[in-house]
Each structure stands twice: as structure tokens, then as C-alpha cells.
């Protein structure tokens, strides 16, 4: 498999894990069925849209590519169609939320890298590619973004870019680099879930939320 179709195939897969992950939020919250797909295509296509505009790759692709459209789309309706399905895994949403992050940190990061940004970009343009989906997701969901409490998300992120980034400076075969870190951001997404492993407070507060 050539750069470019790897690069197509892992941003559809995040694409469809963001959309599952967007989709299972919005069933919790009660949403319809437009609602649901309309919140599953804007987690899945939110950051990849920022990370574009950001890097002058316009239209965006999330928005000119039907294929974004018609995995999202697929991704929500599946959801609601195999709804018992889903609900037996555990924890849907951090599932297919900590895979979709690792595989938008590396595809971020790759596609910034492509139109020739430097290493900080790519690994800067790569954390807004796997987080703003769940921020958008978040923040339409009336919920506090995961990014701005104490789990490891854009941590995991940056882990996952930044293997990627430098793996390519350093001469790292393409697909073998893509893999590491993928395994290495999921791994420390869901790891750090499981054991309860949390970024420490600037401060300590009181009761009554004052310092």
C-alpha cells in the first residue's frame, strides 16, 4: 500500500471511528435521528476541516469529498441501526473516540507534513486534528471538553504526532513509524482511562472553589 492510500484509509477510519463516537453521544443525549448523523458527521470531520483551513488545503476535504460524508453517514446509521450491538462494547464512545484520536494525531500530523509545514506545525496541526472533533462534540453536547479536565486526551495526541513527526525526520520506514504510533497514542489514551491515570491540577482548591 502506497503513502497516499495509507494516509486515505487511516482519515477514513477515523473518520468512521470519530462518527461512531459522535453518534453514541448524541443517542445518550437523547437526540433524534437527524441530530444523531448530524453530530456524527461534525465529530468526524470537525478537526480534519480546522486542521485544512489551517494548513490552506481548500475546501477542506471533509467537505468536498463525499466519502467523509458517506462514512460518517454509514457510521451514525449503523449506530442506531445495530444499537444492541454497540451498546455491549464497553464504553463505545472512549472506544471509538481513543481510536479515532490515534489515528487523526498521525494523520494530521502526515498531512501538514505533506503541504510542507515544519515539524512543529505538523505536530501542533496533528493534536487539533484528533481533539477538535471531540471538542466540537463536547461543546454541542452541552458537556465540559474532555481536553479541559484532568484525563490524558491531547497528551495522547501529541505522543501519537510526535512519533509520526520525527520518526519521518529520522528516516523511519512510512508505514512501520504509522503504526507505532497509532499503537503508542491509543495505547496511552485507553491505558491511562483504565488505571485512572490523570494530568496533575495547577493548584489546589477548596470546597467552595476559590484557591
Sequence with gaps: MNDHRLFTTLDLAGTFAFAIS???AARDRGLDWFGVVAIAFT????????RDL????VPPAGLTDWRYLAVAMAAALMTIAANTLVVRLAHPVILFDSIGLGLFAVTGAQKAMIFGHNAEVA???GIVTAVGGG????VLLNRVPVILQREIYASAALVG???EVFGEHLGWLSSSRTWVALVACFAFRYL???YKWNLPHSSEHDGNGSE
Excluded: M
Excluded at 54 to 57: L, S, Y
Excluded at 135 to 138: A, E, F, I, K, T
Design 192 to 194: 491511562s482511562l483504565h
Design 123 to 125: 505536530v501542533l496541526l
Design 135 to 138: 471538542v466540537v462534540r463536547d
Design 22 to 24: 459522535g453518534a453514541v
Design 161 to 163: 504526532a510526535s512519533i
Design 43 to 50: 465529530v468526524a470531520c470537525g478537526g480534519g476541516v480546522l
Design 54 to 57: 489551517c494548513i490552506g488545503a
